[in-house]
């Protein structure tokens, strides 16, 4: 997605009412589709165990990733035994489903199984036909599945449909794609279970159970040998390079203002793929990155390369509202 397109959809550029006819196409489509799931005319398959959706209505990042990695967390501390779904967006695999490990090549499964496979040691079953990897991960034990970026993906049946938003920059001209950010009317927020917001965004205006979170820093991770230290002691003085290939590359160089980090910001498209000479500088300053575009990296990295990583801290009501909607499963 070009930058100077999602920047219209965001600033409420004018020039946008040209594409009003390819949205009008598009949201035929999408509804045309969910409705042949609601109907019975296309097979959504039931999986034996609960499964919760994590997704999106918005394109780019929110911050749904480390909401999927911290519930994956929170669930094994509560006895259960989780699993996570993935498309694997951006890999390309000889044979579904993959089973991913922390050392798979994210270039066969995506970035996004990767960091979540590193980040909660967990199981994570990447396939595009996600019954399939739904039921993988149930032959591995796993009795509950958390189905990352999984709203759209109607085949596979859920208990619970989380959406995540970022707070910040909300929805936008509240049009759909190509015309604004939308992947499905605002309308669809009306049969979802939770809007969980990553950041500030009026909750009152939500037709749905509405909870915020945060994005917290907790340490920077070198990348040759995964020494770490905590996120308020950076390991290196002065001005560094900051690449983000993620899809609100703005948040992290934000983060590193926060952090008082020095930087000169390197915004790249989502899923960006990463090569040596993206790391290739004529100085010799630190270059930091996201912990997505790290599982990228790692192979070709030098002694010059670090990580933030950031965890998701929910509010204390969502972890309440979870535990009773679990408990009536």
């Not at 799931?37 to 999986?47: N, Q, T």
């Not at 590193?118 to 599945?145: E, F, M, W």
């Not at 070198?222 to 290196?236: E, G, K, N, T």
């Not at 960006?272 to 790290?294: G, Q, Y």
């Amino acid at each position: 997605m070009s930058e100077r397109l999602v920047d219209a959809w965001y600033r409420g550029a004018t020039w946008l009412h040209l594409l009003r006819p390819l949205e009008y196409v598009y949201k035929g489509v999408v509804a045309r589709r969910r409705q042949a799931f609601l109907s019975g005319k296309r097979e959504v398959w039931k999986a034996p165990v609960p499964v919760i959706v994590i997704g999106n209505i918005t394109v780019g990042g929110t911050g749904k990733s480390p909401l999927v990695a911290w519930l994956g967390r929170w669930l094994s501390e509560q006895g259960w035994r989780p699993g996570i779904i993935s498309r694997g967006y951006g890999g390309h695999s000889s044979r579904y489903p993959l089973f991913v490990q922390a050392d798979t090549d994210p270039q066969h499964a995506g970035d996004e199984p990767v960091m979540l496979a590193q980040q909660t040691g967990l199981p994570v079953a990447v396939d595009p036909d996600r019954p399939s990897a739904a039921r993988r991960l149930i032959a591995a034990g796993c009795d509950i599945l958390l189905s990352d970026d999984g709203l759209q993906h109607h085949a596979l049946g859920r208990d619970i449909e989380l959406v995540v938003v970022d707070g910040e920059r909300g929805f936008g001209n509240q049009r759909c794609l190509p015309a604004g950010p939308l992947r499905e009317p605002l309308s669809r927020l009306a049969s979802v279970d939770a809007v969980i917001s990553n950041g500030n965004i009026d909750c009152t205006l939500l037709p749905v159970e509405s909870h915020c979170m945060t994005l917290t820093p907790v340490h920077w991770r070198h990348l040759i040998d995964d020494v770490r230290y905590p996120a308020s002691h950076q390991p290196f003085s002065g001005s560094v390079h900051a690449l983000a290939g993620i899809g609100n590359p703005q948040r992290f160089f934000r983060t590193l203002t926060t952090l008082g980090v020095e930087h000169i910001p390197h915004p790249l498209a989502d899923h960006h793929r990463f090569t040596p000479t993206d790391l290739r500088f004529s100085d010799n300053l630190p270059v930091v990155m996201t912990a997505k575009d790290a599982v990228k990296c790692r192979r070709f990295a030098n002694e010059r390369c670090w990580a933030l990583d950031v965890e998701a801290r929910p509010d204390q009501a969502l972890v309440e509202w979870l535990t009773k909607r679990l408990e009536a499963l």
